[in-house]
T-cell receptor, first 113, second 112 residues
Framework: DSGVTQTPKHLITATGQRVTLRCSPRSGDLSVYWYQQSLDQGLQFLIQ???????AKGNILERFSAQQFPDLHSELNLSSLELGDSALYFC????????????FGSGTRLTVV | DQQVKQNSPSLSVQEGRISILNCDYT??????FLWYKKYPAEGPTFLISISSIKDKNEDGRFTVFLNKSAKHLSLHIVPSQPGDSAVYFCAASASGDDKIIFGKGTRLHILP
């Protein structure tokens, strides 16, 4: 158990629908990062939050949004889902500073049918 | 545009031999490099890192080498063990930026 909790582990939904993925960071970590891993792709950075505020944005589609709540858990909202959104979505958390690296959750596998 | 490139999707190595995984980067602002290991159905786990002020960092069986002029780094695992079979991600970040950019990964198979 890495200490980063992601729910649900698996999600199957239809095109056009909206889903919410949840992440609880490791205790004491203020930063949360979301990554997408599609087939044949590496880990694509989506977005970072630090202590409730958006800190950095990557290749995140406009149909996707995220937020970090006062208790530091984060949610990634995916709407108007398309088949190509099927992927593994990972959340990671870190303390301040790069030398600590990230601690990843075990991911949510999203399948859009 | 892939800023971190792992050109070998897979690699097979005999148990007990040395595994060498390679990684190239294009962004000259990167100054901190990491390797992550991933087993199926699990998230990536941190393995080893290196700052650009060094050219080598060692941790047990794992050594990372950095060649800044060539924008190249490599991970050496010696001796390779069956439990090393996994996907290895090379990653990098730039000063002042705590997000990490990952490569596509290399699947390592350790053969008995």
């Amino acid at each position: 158990d890495s200490g980063v909790t992601q729910t649900p582990k698996h999600l199957i939904t239809a095109t056009g629908q909206r889903v919410t993925l949840r992440c609880s960071p490791r205790s004491g970590d203020l930063s949360v990062y979301w990554y997408q891993q599609s087939l044949d792709q590496g880990l694509q950075f989506l977005i970072q939050y630090y202590n409730g505020e958006e800190r950095a944005k990557g290749n995140i589609l406009e149909r996707f949004s995220a937020q970090q709540f006062p208790d530091l858990h984060s949610e990634l909202n995916l709407s108007s889902l398309e088949l190509g959104d099927s992927a593994l979505y990972f959340c990671a958390s870190s303390r301040v500073g790069r030398i600590y690296g990230y601690t990843f959750g075990s991911g949510t596998r999203l399948t859009v049918v | 545009d892939q800023q971190v490139k792992q050109n070998s999707p897979s690699l097979s190595v005999q148990e007990g031999r040395i595994s060498i995984l390679n990684c190239d980067y294009t962004n000259s602002m990167f100054d901190y490099f990491l390797w992550y290991k991933k087993y199926p159905a699990e998230g990536p786990t941190f393995l080893i890192s290196i700052s650009s002020i060094k050219d080598k960092n060692e941790d047990g069986r794992f050594t990372v080498f950095l060649n800044k002029s060539a924008k190249h780094l490599s991970l050496h695992i010696v001796p390779s063990q069956p439990g090393d079979s996994a996907v290895y991600f090379c990653a990098a970040s730039a000063s002042g930026d705590d997000k990490i950019i990952f490569g596509k990964g290399t699947r390592l198979h350790i053969l008995p």
